[in-house]
């Protein structure tokens, strides 16, 4: 679960992703893993909770790229002509770390 760095309070990624969709070329941010993660890490993200700003490099990036691949995975992931994505993004994050932590377990 990611949380804001400033007020703790936990964070949607799908929200934080939303407001990635503003920029003008995020079409094509979002195909490319390497531009994705440079935009991401300087991006300035508004926390929902305490409305303070804070950069993308605060976040963990593992989870971004996760979210990245999650995004290029589903097909009509992102609703383009509301800007709005449509993957519950925190909780297939939430099932790929159990399934992690499962897989493991099991190789031991
Ligand atoms: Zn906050």
Redesign the pocket.
Known sequence: MTK?P??G?SLDWAGLIEQMLVLENANEIFQDREKFMKTFEGFVFK?P??G?EFYGRNLPAKEAEKVFELLNEFKGSIDWENRKVRLRLNSLLALDTMLENWDKKVKG
Do not use: Q, V
């Open positions: 804001c400033l007020c309070g926390c909770h305490c303070e």
